[in-house]
Structure formats: structure tokens, C-alpha cells
């Protein structure tokens, strides 16, 4: 095992340090790779693959076969960062047992170190259950998106006092159940920092603020590959639709133009042009 890896203790021991946990998604091998040349700590292979890879609305039709694919892909690209395979809808919902294989199959077929898996006080037995099968969780409350007909759109939760109540007590029945990390998604700061204060295991962020433990975004958003809706949450670190769109355009511009491809990108022969050596007599 690579020595520098970062592993789920690793994690576990960053609740008493102060450097802070950086966590991003990753689809493909391609961006793998050069998420594992930096120093990042988790790479999550997200459902949110569902709404920025496959073009679906939601993540809810997302399926563990698809999840499964791309996780194997990612691990490919992965030498050092924690590999965290997310559960899709209703792949951990029904039953124990089916959280499980489910949990199971990611670690066996896709080569993650841990599954993710959305819902607190109501799946906690389901994560109890998979940290005894040796497979670490990584828990994940506040604005679940499987969860989104149920509030109705993509809504910051917990901005009452009773429904931050109820995140809180996800966060402890969560940590109760073994997990080793919870991502607290869409809630208001001041909950964000009174459960990062509570809890003995890390909390890692997506638009709850900057107490948490750690934070994570969605790659695509990031980069700016996103071209949906941009959320208040998200920091666009760089433009890359825009500058993929330009170069594309470019290309279709040059090869209507002649000048790709130019003598630099084309292939000669040493002996000279085919016709001049039939000529000569050569070639023969
Ligand atoms: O699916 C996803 O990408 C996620 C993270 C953004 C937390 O769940």
C-alpha cells in the first residue's frame, strides 16, 4: 500500500488537527488523474453524476451499475486520495441486507475505500450495518438531492429551530452508527458550526459555511464545466466550458480554412513523395 495514501483514519484524525479536509467529485479516469496529482484528500465518485455527466434532471434515476462503472474508472486514475463510491436512490433505502451487497459491490467490483450514503436518524441502522461489514461510511444530511420531491426543489434546510433540531440529532444517531465523516449539505452556517462542534468525528461542507471540518464541490461546478444553474454556494475556480467551446470552434474554423492540419501535424515519408520514387524506379 502506497505509504502516503490518505486512509479513513487519516481522516478520522483531522477532527483534532487544523488542517482542513479537501474533498471533490470525480467521474472519469481523466480527471482522476489529475485530481490525484494535487493534494487532495477524498475524491467522491457522486450521483450527482447522474445531473452533470449522464444529463438526467435529477440524481434519482442514477443506477449502481452506472455508479459502479464510473467508480471503477476513477479508481484507475487514483494513487493516493480516499476513493468514496456514493450509494444511489434506493440502492440502500429498502432493507439491511440490500445496503449491504449494495455497499459491498462498491468495494469489491469498484474499488472504493468507503461509500457515502444520504439520511441521517432514518438510515442509520443501514449505515450501522455496513460499518459492521468492515466498510467505512461517509454520512450525508441537511439538503439530501434524493430526497428533493420531498422538500419540494433544492431548498436550504435547518433555517427553523425545530427542523435544526432534527439535523442535529441526524448528525448523532449518524456518528452512533460508526460513520466517519458527514458531509452537511445546503443549511445555515451557525447549524454547520454548532454540529462541527458537537460531533468527534469531521463534517465536510457544500454550501453550510466555513466551520466545517473539511469541504467538498462538485468538480464540474468548480471548473465551470457546469453550464446549468450555479449555486450561491459555488466558487468557479476556473472557466472551462467557455474555453472548450473556443477551442472547438477554432478547430472548426482551421480545418475550414486549411491551416490544420499544417506540415507540423502531418506524417512524411523518408523517401520523398510516392510518385517521385516510381519515377526513379524504387518502390518496386
Ligand atoms: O453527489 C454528489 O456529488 C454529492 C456531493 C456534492 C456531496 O453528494
Not at 469498484?110 to 455496513?130: N, P, Q, S
Not at 459492521?132 to 461510511?137: D, K, L, Q, S
Not at 433544492?154 to 432534527?166: E, L, M, P, T
Not at 477554432?250 to 519515377?279: D, I, W
Amino acid at each position: 500500500m502506497n505509504p502516503n495514501r490518505i486512509t479513513v483514519p487519516g481522516i478520522l484524525a483531522r477532527k483534532s488537527s487544523d488542517k482542513k479536509i479537501t474533498a471533490l467529485t470525480a467521474y472519469d479516469y481523466c480527471f482522476s488523474r489529475i485530481l490525484d496529482d494535487t493534494e487532495i484528500d477524498i475524491v467522491l465518485v457522486g450521483d450527482s453524476l447522474g445531473m452533470v455527466v449522464l444529463g438526467y434532471e435529477n440524481t434519482l434515476p442514477v443506477t449502481m451499475e452506472e455508479m459502479l462503472a464510473h467508480t471503477r474508472a476513477v479508481k484507475r486514475g487514483i494513487q493516493h486520495a480516499l476513493l468514496v463510491g456514493d450509494m444511489p436512490f434506493m440502492s440502500y433505502q429498502v432493507s439491511i441486507e440490500q445496503a449491504v451487497t449494495n455497499a459491498g459491490r462498491f468495494v469489491q467490483e469498484g474499488g472504493a475505500e468507503a461509500v457515502k450514503l444520504e439520511g441521517g436518524v432514518r438510515v442509520a441502522d443501514k449505515a450501522a450495518a455496513i460499518v459492521r461489514a468492515g466498510i467505512p461510511v461517509m454520512g450525508h444530511i441537511g439538503l439530501t438531492p434524493q430526497s428533493v420531491h420531498q422538500f419540494g426543489g433544492y431548498r436550504v434546510q435547518g433555517k427553523s429551530f425545530i427542523d435544526a433540531r432534527h439535523i442535529k440529532q441526524d448528525a448523532k444517531e449518524l456518528q452512533k452508527a460508526g460513520v466517519f465523516s458527514i458531509v452537511l449539505e445546503g443549511i445555515p452556517l451557525e447549524l454547520a458550526a454548532e454540529i462541527t462542534q458537537e460531533l468527534k468525528i469531521p463534517t465536510i461542507g457544500i454550501g453550510a459555511g466555513p466551520q466545517c471540518d473539511g469541504q467538498i464541490l462538485v468538480l464540474h461546478d468548480l471548473l465551470g464545466l457546469n453550464q446549468d444553474f450555479v449555486p450561491k454556494f459555488v466558487k468557479q475556480y476556473a472557466q472551462f466550458a467557455e474555453q472548450a467551446r473556443s477551442a472547438v470552434q477554432k478547430y472548426v474554423e482551421e480545418v475550414r480554412s486549411g491551416q490544420f492540419p499544417s506540415h507540423e501535424h502531418t506524417y512524411h515519408m523518408q523517401s520523398g513523395p510516392l510518385k517521385k520514387v516510381e519515377e526513379q524506379g524504387g518502390g518496386k
